[in-house]
């Protein structure tokens, strides 16, 4: 069976692990993954009580080489709304040399990279030129709980010189990224009580409190209209990029206008005034809100206070901001945005802080070298918008910097409908991996 074949048979696993219903899914992928992990001398599934499992395996058949742990994580975003899908998220379909389904390329089609690097080198050798543990999660994008408390606890076992981690972007097609930045993040409800129960709006209206009204007005509470946060001391830890970083992002081929266009798909660009998109997106703090539900959101009218509304809401975080300091914060400023007549509460999902990784660490260096053997050009180096909690974890329990060497591009639609990953990268990353391993 070929990569893309197997890639194929992966992405037709719907294993959404925030989705109960996927549940029988989400072992099926890790007893996938575990199969194709078999060449290894060990693989196991590690079980936890009402957890996903995580799978490890390792080959430590290399004695004084270095120790690589590769992650990776084999659960998805559900793929809702699924009527903007232009195929079933889990029917993987090709068009236009990109493979399009639900975890293509969160991280289904990356952590396939490791894993078939892996393969293909003990096929072709007999074994491995380094040593290599493998812990591969599903409940990356559910919080992480079991991987959080298993990593400390088990430190020891996973000791290792670097990790790799196949779960960013290249910066544009065929340029090269390794990603030395990432921002944290602070993911929680916001829950709004109003009335004991739901009430007639024409009885009650003008007297009532409505909770959906008040979680409005907590929202414009926290952020203003040109996106500055404005929760007392949120910015008082945010630390500047430094003026090298600054010049090496402006010296990036961007087209801002292109960027708006194709990738944001808006009518305009926001954000806070007089930073640069790299700067709002790669250093600069955001909030977010990704629901509000509470009260009749079905067809047709009905006339209703609702009692209660909640919204999801998370903050991204950038290096030195405490996501412990930054969640009191959030409490305090939403009970002075609180308005007469309901109560609110701040419920915390999951946090961690931002990760970032010297770009001089020699095993950082190697891997620049080998995605720049690999494609053709010189790799640049970039920060991510987005949080990979794993990374700051592997740093404080096993004290070992990540190397994210991620093969996705900036139009992959990750947790979109339409998600895909571009078909030449999935080949050259494997190439790209087993240079890396062999340089070792």
């Known amino acids: 069976m070929t990569p893309l074949d197997k890639l194929v048979q992966f992405l037709r696993i719907p294993s959404v692990s925030s989705d109960p219903a996927h549940a029988a899914d989400v072992r099926r992928a890790a007893e996938w993954v575990a199969a194709e992990l ?25 004695p004084g080489q270095p120790t690589l742990l590769l992650y990776g994580h084999y659960d998805v975003q559900p793929p809702d709304p699924l009527e903007l899908w232009h195929s079933p998220p889990f029917e993987p379909v090709i ?7 639900r975890g293509a390329c969160d991280d289904k089609g990356q952590t396939l990279i490791l894993l078939t690097a892996v393969r293909q080198l003990i096929e072709r050798d007999g074994h491995l030129p380094c040593n290599v543990k493998v812990l591969i999660e ?15 606890a088990h430190a020891p076992e996973l000791a290792a010189d670097a990790a790799l981690i196949c779960d960013t972007e290249m910066f544009a097609p065929g340029l090269p990224a390794l990603c030395v930045g990432l921002r944290g993040i602070v993911y929680g409800e916001i829950h709004v009580q109003g009335p004991a129960q739901d009430l007639h709006s024409g009885v009650y209206g003008g ?20 996106g500055y946060i404005t929760i007392p001391g949120f910015y008082d830890a945010v630390r500047a ?32 005034p007089g930073y640069s998109v790299f700067a709002r997106t790669w250093a600069r703090p955001t909030l977010e809100v990704h629901g509000i539900r509470g009260g009749f959101t079905g067809e047709g009218a009905k006339t209703v206070i609702p009692s209660t509304a909640v919204a999801k809401v998370s903050f991204r975080l950038v290096p030195d901001q405490d996501p412990a300091i930054v969640v009191e914060q959030i409490r305090t400023a939403i009970a002075a945005a609180t308005p007469r007549g ?10 961690a802080p931002a990760a970032s990784v010297d770009p001089a660490h020699p095993l950082i260096a190697k891997a620049a070298a080998a995605l720049t053997q690999a494609f053709g050009r010189e790799t640049v180096y970039i920060r991510s918008g987005g949080s990979i909690p794993i990374v700051g974890l592997f740093r404080e329990a096993l004290g070992i910097p990540s190397i994210l060497m991620g093969f996705g591009l900036p139009d992959d639609g990750l947790h979109s ?24």
């Open 38 to 62: 078999a060449v290894l001398p060990r693989v196991e599934l590690i079980e936890a009580p009402g957890r996903h499992p995580l799978v490890y395996a390792e080959s430590l058949t290399a």
């Open 95 to 101: 068009r236009d040399n990109n493979i399009y389904a």
């Open 138 to 152: 599903g409940e990356e994008e559910s919080g992480g709980e079991h991987i959080t408390s298993y990593v400390p």
């Open 207 to 226: 007297v009532a409190p409505n909770p959906l009204m008040a979680a409005a007005e907590i929202l414009t509470a926290l952020k203003n209209r040109d």
């Open 241 to 272: 990029p430094s003026p090298e970083e600054s010049r090496a992002w402006a010296s990036l081929p961007f087209d801002e206008e292109h960027y708006r266009r194709t990738e944001v798909g808006a009518s305009a660009l926001t954000g806070e």
């Open 342 to 351: 309901v109560t609110a509460e701040f419920r915390l999902l999951h946090g």
């Open 417 to 440: 409908p339409n998600e895909k990953f571009h078909l030449p990268n999935f080949h050259q990353g494997i190439e790209t991996v087993k240079t890396f391993l062999n340089s070792l």
